[in-house]
């Protein structure tokens, strides 16, 4: 019983010290998402590769989606989902892909809504921080979007700190 009380009054003196009425979060900005779209576009067309780039903000939300004209159909709401799965896991999908494959515990994954645990997500990240994330869909093989992703991101380093 005493125990009981003792973690009661720590939760009740901690809880105040742990919440936040406002919270500042960095996340990508509408414009660079455009040019960001562009380049990832433009990076895969480079290499013969008709795609679609999705790129969301932190959070997931779509803010730019740039199709070449050649592209499936398809390939805008793969860009989608694929962006949006790494901007909500904080990671590239390639990995999340690698994982569920290797364990069965984790291939739940793939059903969560709008995930797309498959390679060509990508996190945007300012510093140490994921603000938005990149999604490339219609390459032979999501390792070829997800280059396409990165040689853009390249190309916005310095913009990106």
Do not use: W
């Given at each position: 019983?005493?125990?009981?009380i003792s973690a009661a009054a720590i939760a009740c003196f901690a809880l105040p010290v742990m919440a936040q009425d406002i919270v500042e979060l960095?996340?990508?900005g509408t414009g660079l998402a455009v040019e960001i779209a562009t380049a990832t576009v433009a990076a895969?067309?480079?290499d013969g590769?008709?795609?679609a780039a999705a790129v969301t903000d932190r959070a997931?939300?779509?803010l730019a989606l740039v199709r070449a004209e050649a592209a499936g159909n398809h390939t805008a709401t793969a860009a989608t989902a694929k962006a949006y799965t790494s901007a909500a896991s904080r990671s590239p999908t390639?990995?999340?892909?690698k994982t569920a494959a290797e364990n069965p515990g984790v291939a739940g994954l793939a059903d969560i809504p709008g995930f797309l645990v498959l390679a060509g997500g990508v996190p945007v990240r300012a510093g140490d921080?994921?603000?938005g994330a990149v999604?490339?869909?219609g390459a032979p093989g999501g390792h070829l979007d997800e280059a396409c992703a990165n040689k853009a991101l390249d190309q916005f380093a310095d913009r990106l700190k």
């Amino acid at each position: 019983m005493k125990t009981i009380i003792s973690a009661a009054a720590i939760a009740c003196f901690a809880l105040p010290v742990m919440a936040q009425d406002i919270v500042e979060l960095r996340s990508l900005g509408t414009g660079l998402a455009v040019e960001i779209a562009t380049a990832t576009v433009a990076a895969c067309a480079a290499d013969g590769h008709n795609v679609a780039a999705a790129v969301t903000d932190r959070a997931g939300i779509l803010l730019a989606l740039v199709r070449a004209e050649a592209a499936g159909n398809h390939t805008a709401t793969a860009a989608t989902a694929k962006a949006y799965t790494s901007a909500a896991s904080r990671s590239p999908t390639s990995g999340m892909a690698k994982t569920a494959a290797e364990n069965p515990g984790v291939a739940g994954l793939a059903d969560i809504p709008g995930f797309l645990v498959l390679a060509g997500g990508v996190p945007v990240r300012a510093g140490d921080q994921v603000i938005g994330a990149v999604g490339v869909g219609g390459a032979p093989g999501g390792h070829l979007d997800e280059a396409c992703a990165n040689k853009a991101l390249d190309q916005f380093a310095d913009r990106l700190k």
